[in-house]
Nanobody, 119 residues
């Protein structure tokens, strides 16, 4: 039974920082690609940062230069360092892991953690 648990969210002033964690259990974390998503009220869920099983990273323009995604496979944990936070970063932040085996995608989600940035 694969589980993902996010933590580290909270209320922060604009310009502040937060570090989110995503702990994965029930599977071999290192073989999965991982993505951080966020969903603001009334908006679609958005993929804004991802890291492959090999450690390659990608960022949406909206967070590039401010957010850093990383992973520690020995700890089954991924991290999201968020700096220079803006009110528009306010959302529920979720992590997702996925891998494709013989054309079949297996993906799992965490429950999310709320990030609120005040102006």
């Amino acid at each position: 039974h694969v589980q993902l648990v996010e933590s580290g969210g909270g209320l922060v002033q604009a310009g502040g920082s937060l570090r989110l964690s995503c702990v994965v259990s029930g599977s071999i974390f290192s073989i999965y690609d991982l993505g951080w998503y966020r969903q603001a009220p009334g908006k679609q869920r958005e993929l804004f940062a991802d890291i492959t099983s090999g450690g390659s990273t990608n960022y949406a323009d909206s967070v590039k230069g401010r957010f850093t995604i990383s992973r520690d496979n020995a700890k089954n944990t991924a991290y999201l360092q968020m700096n220079s936070l803006k009110p528009e970063d306010t959302a529920v932040y979720l992590c997702n892991i996925k891998r494709v085996v013989f054309g079949i995608t297996r993906a799992y989600w965490g429950q999310g953690t709320q990030v609120t940035v005040s102006s």
